[in-house]
């Protein structure tokens, strides 16, 4: 197996490791709880043991977590961005189709437009007839 698959797979389950570690610690507010019997005296780290385990061990899995970060963003820009090796390009049959298919050349000339449709003549609108009034406008009268 490749090495950056390896590192890869690491950080991912430190990343798993630490959420899980961070959800097991108690809020600030737990303690308010454990004067009413829910105390963690009756655990696996005892009294305090446990709160000083998750502690250490979030502490620990965060300083992993954030040195394997800084050592895969080098990687990667050390290596044009790439974080796999070159031969991990061939995509199967889709990758041989498009081999396959020949580039558009770059001094071609661009296609003709397509020639625009003759315009279509529509009938003018006849004016609606105008009824005649037997009495005048009022601004026309002549009195």
């Known amino acids: 197996m490749n090495l950056i698959v390896i590192a890869t797979v690491i950080y991912v389950l430190v990343a798993v490791a630490m959420i899980v570690l ?3 610690q108690r809020g600030a507010g737990a303690q308010a709880g454990s004067g ?3 105390g963690a005296s ?3 780290f005892g009294a305090s043991g446990s709160a000083n385990f998750l502690s250490k061990s979030t502490k620990w899995l965060a300083i992993v977590f954030f ?3 800084l050592g895969m963003a080098w990687y990667a820009s ?3 961005g790439r974080l796999m090796p070159a031969e991990s390009d061939d995509v199967g049959l889709m990758g041989a189709a498009a081999e396959q298919v020949p580039a558009p050349a770059a001094d071609a000339a661009p296609a003709a437009p397509a020639a ?3 315009p279509v003549a529509v009938p ?3 004016e609606p007839a105008v009824p005649a009034t037997e009495n005048p406008p009022q601004g026309e009268s002549g009195g």
Request: hydrophobic share 55%; charged share 5%.
């Open 22 to 24: 961070i959800l097991m």
């Open 36 to 38: 009413f019997g829910a």
């Open 67 to 69: 040195g394997m970060s």
């Open 116 to 118: 625009e449709p003759a």
């Open 42 to 44: 009756a655990t696996v």
């Open 124 to 126: 003018a609108a006849a």
């Open 78 to 80: 050390q290596h044009g």
